[in-house]
């Protein structure tokens, strides 16, 4: 085998030749489906005459090839594992080609593929060239004619991108129907489904007038899981109308719910492929988080009909250009339909814990990566999340209305084009009239950058002095960094009064709330009319992706975590609060001194617990602790089992001392209304769900009761679930068992809620997690071919810190055992399970040792260009 190459951005060549009319004709098949293309294709002005044609294609067997009705003669081409070249064409001409591929052996799910017996495809990113030979690159954009031909009773439905103008019987019980899409697209985005599904549909009328029918197609069995989807769905498209003028542009969109799926979703154009999980839901198998990812999801992949689809990314290397943007507005779109601030929590929450670990490992890159080797290594968090906070700061610079005036002028003047990051941040820069220069670098440096602020208070002259001093830490192939335009939000709370303070900085009367912008590596803003000592209130509601360091101590931040005007930095404070206990506790571990809890932290609690509340969803935020994972983020080493036992230590001390006042809260917010997913509803059911996760660490008797109470009444999964997993992970085996069985037994029909318990069940932190996991691995539900099942339980295996990372080494073997057989079926999900792995240099040199062993005999294995990649830059 071959070392797989880099791609480099720097070698970007506009393509030779384009393709203005793609027509493709499938006959399916399972073993051996025939698909012949017909391509009418231009030689570009610019382009030389003599060069050649390239058309990718891999894993084809290729029948025919015909230019302009001939065929062509074997010294005309050159045909290798990459694709065809030929070398002599003229300025237009079609070319037809006739090939062969096998669906039901495709284990990638990369292509044409088979999930649960029917037929569907998976092209994004360069998937296309399993399907048929094509310049499968997004800035060659065809209009696309689409016949599709199945057996009438095992495929009663066909479905690909557009509309349907032609149908009809053929010989041997076989049909067909021909699909057209009249928006030229990418290779990228073509999808079809053959197989036999039942539809659920509705119509959503456009801020034009126009009728449009909307179709969730589905297994027969789910028709009753759809609803959920389809009113997300339709609230996303009327918010995206309102918000951003974004209109619908074809007769009908379709959701296709399919088995066995990489990612979560993909936005085909007029023909959305989901991860069943992301869309199927019903109150008895989903849980409120479930729902809320449901809507996100839907409304993700609806938003690139036009942060995506209309206009799209010139090049691979651009991926963040669709991606931030689009993550970024259905951030704002569940922002906007749910809690803002709970949201904006969750999300941040997940951002600190697992992007900054990306950043912080050996796969750190930067949000528009320079090389890469295979490309579905970079549908990252970085590509994803960061790229969606970039797009976010871009917004609070330039304000809402300048922001809104660049996407109108971004989609107006790209439309049905192929473009890049600068075409999008110039669009921004135009309508704002910002200079944008040193803001990009964002999209080109990788790494966290941290902040370490101090601020001092001078009476006699009311000032108050803030210094900033930004730095980047290397990372790999990045040693310089520059200094980045970072926008800190900020506000000055009087500390006798507990008000903000207004701000006047440089003479300017700023308000009580400001962005200071930190330029330079160190700048002081000197804040004056200062009357009284203030505690200042940082990067409020996160204005940016950084690691904030200030002093604080805990009474500034006991106070803060009341005071703040600020939602989002009032739980910051609670976060900051529980770090600070949390490092105590695990010095004293490693140094095994006794443990004592901070009883700033109980009274804290205390005052949380028994305060009016609000909003219950952020309450139930705050009184989480940071999970492990992010409790591991903030260490220069992790220590695992230290981490553990203080995080074990403070759920227990707070469980103890404030019993009475969690079992008041957790009284007060049973509920037994009919479920329904709002915000009030989901936020009194996770404070209630904290509640009890407290009550249940110190097993308290009655909580126990309530706790199987809980679960017996099976009022949704919701509830169902937390009590399950707060029984399961509890010592007594005498709880576990019996409700792990009652429900493997009660849900054994339903894949998604067998997910679940997979999951639960692995994620204990009892001994016994590796055998149980190897058992499951046998179980009849379980499937290594199933990318769900094997992030159900392989996955959730990895994140069980203590299990995982068991210091003789099995867990890390098991894993790479699974990586290594994935490599051979689903490379993409060999590669993402491995993560956990490549970031062996975080930990003491022990579990270093032992993951470095193991990453070595993957190394071993004929690799796929993923699993190659990863592996490479985890040994570097
Ligand atoms: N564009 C899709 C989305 O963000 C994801 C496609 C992922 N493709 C892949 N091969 N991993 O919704
Ligand atoms: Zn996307």
């Given amino acids: ?62 029948e025919s090839l015909l230019l302009d009705d001939e065929p062509l003669a074997e010294s005309a081409y050159q045909h290798d594992d990459k694709g065809l070249t030929v070398a002599n064409v ?51 954009m065809a209009v696309f004619r689409v016949t599709v031909i199945g057996d009438a009773t095992r495929e009663p439905v066909l479905l690909a991108n557009g509309n349907p103008v032609e149908r009809g019987e053929l010989e041997g019980g076989r049909h067909f129907v021909t699909w057209e899409d009249p928006h030229p697209k990418p290779a990228y985005l073509f999808a079809l489904v053959a197989g036999d599904l039942a539809c659920v549909e509705d119509h959503f009328t456009t801020m034009n007038g126009r009728e449009v029918t909307l179709q969730i197609w589905v297994e027969e069995e789910n028709l009753g899981k759809t609803d959920h989807a389809m009113a997300s769905l339709k609230r996303a498209m009327r918010w995206d109308e309102d918000s951003y003028g974004r209109e619908y542009d074809l007769d009908r969109f379709m959701i296709v719910a399919v088995n066995d799926f990489n990612m979560g979703a993909m936005e085909n154009k007029g023909l959305n492929i989901f991860n069943s999980a992301a869309v199927l839901t019903h109150p008895d198998t989903a849980t409120d988080a479930a729902f809320q990812q449901v809507e996100g999801i839907v409304a993700h992949e609806y938003f690139h009909n036009w942060s995506g689809n209309r206009v799209t990314c010139r090049d691979w290397f651009q991926l963040s250009l669709k991606e931030g943007f689009t993550v970024f507005r259905d951030q704002s779109f569940s922002a906007d339909t749910n809690s803002a601030p709970v949201k904006r929590i969750q999300d941040v929450a997940f951002f600190r814990t697992a992007q900054f670990a990306e950043d912080a490992g050996p796969t750190a890159h930067s949000i528009r990566p320079e090389h890469y080797i295979e490309i579905t290594n970079f549908y990252t968090l970085t590509i994803y999340e960061k790229g969606a906070e970039v797009v ?39 309508a704002s009239q910002q200079d944008l220069t040193q803001f990009m670098r964002w999209y080109h440096q990788a790494g966290t950058p941290e902040i370490d602020a101090h601020g001092e208070y001078d009476y006699v002259n009311a000032e108050y002095r803030l210094t900033l001093r930004q730095r980047t830490p290397m990372t790999p192939g990045q040693t310089h960094k520059q200094p980045l335009h970072i926008p800190v939000r900020m506000g000055l709370v009087g500390t006798k009064s507990g008000h903000d303070l207004t701000l006047t900085l440089d003479g300017e009367k700023r308000g009580k709330d400001t962005v200071i912008h930190l330029r330079e590596a160190e700048q002081t803003f000197v804040f004056t009319d200062v009357a009284e000592a203030p505690t200042p209130s940082l990067l409020r509601n996160f204005s940016a992706p950084v690691k904030l360091h200030f002093p604080y101590s805990r009474e500034d931040l006991a106070f803060l975590l009341t005071e703040d005007s600020d939602g989002f930095n009032r739980w910051e404070a609670s976060q900051r609060l529980a770090m600070l206990a949390l490092n105590d506790l695990i010095a004293a571990h490693r140094n095994g001194v006794e443990k004592v809890m901070d009883t700033r932290v109980i009274d804290a609690y205390r005052a949380l617990l028994t305060a009016p509340v609000n909003d219950k969803a952020v309450l139930a935020e705050m009184l989480k602790l940071p999970s492990e994972a992010c409790i591991a983020e903030s260490q220069p080493l992790v220590d695992v089992d230290a981490i553990h036992a203080a995080r074990e230590f403070v759920r227990q001390s707070l469980g103890f001392a ?45 909580a126990i009761e309530r706790c199987q109470a809980q679960f017996d009444a099976g009022h949704n999964m919701t509830d169902v679930r937390q009590a399950l997993t707060l029984l399961v992970h509890s010592s007594r085996d005498e709880l576990a068992a019996p409700a792990l069985k009652a429900f493997g037994e009660k849900w054994a029909h339903d894949s998604l809620v067998m997910d679940q318990w997979f999951s639960i069940q692995v994620s204990r932190p009892q001994e016994d997690v590796l055998e149980r996991v190897k058992y499951l691995m046998q179980h009849p539900a379980f499937s290594l071919k199933n990318p769900n099942k094997v992030r159900a339980l392989l996955g959730a295996f990895a994140q069980n810190r203590v299990n995982f990372h068991r210091l003789d080494g099995a867990g890390y073997a098991l894993l790479a055992d699974a990586v290594i057989e994935l490599n051979r079926l689903n490379p993409e999900i060999a590669a993402r399970l491995m993560t956990p792995l490549t970031r062996w240099r975080r930990f003491d040199d022990a579990r270093q040792a032992l993951m470095q062993a193991e990453l070595e005999r993957i190394k071993q294995e004929p690799l796929s260009a993923n699993v190659y990649e990863l592996v490479e830059k985890a040994l570097a």
């Fill in 658 to 702: 404030l019993r009475d006042e969690f079992m008041a809260v957790y009284t007060a917010n049973v509920s037994s209304k009919a479920y329904a997913p709002t915000p009030e509803q989901i936020g009194q059911r996770s404070l209630k769900s904290v509640a009890l996760a407290y009550l249940m660490a110190v097993e308290d008797e009655e």
């Fill in 392 to 430: 976010r700061m871009l917004k609070n610079l330039v304000g809402w209305e300048a922001f809104r005036r660049g996407s109108d002028l971004y989609f107006e003047r790209f439309d049905g084009q192929a473009v890049t990051i600068e075409d999008f941040v110039g669009c921004m820069a135009e």
């Fill in 90 to 140: 003229p300025a237009a001409f079609t070319l037809a080609t006739r090939v062969r591929l096998a669906p039901e052996e495709n284990t990638a799910l990369e292509g044409l593929y088979q999930s649960s017996g029917m037929f569907c495809t998976q092209c994004e990113a360069e998937g296309f060239r399993r399907i048929t030979f094509y310049p499968d690159r997004p800035d060659v």
């Fill in 1 to 62: 085998m071959s070392k797989p190459q880099p791609v480099h951005l720097s070698d970007y060549q506009p393509p030779a030749y384009r393709v203005t009319h793609t027509e493709l004709t499938f006959d399916l098949d399972p073993a051996s489906t025939r698909v012949e293309a017909r391509l009418t294709i231009e030689r570009h002005p610019e382009a030389a005459p003599n060069a050649p044609l390239f058309l990718n294609g891999e894993q084809l067997t290729l």
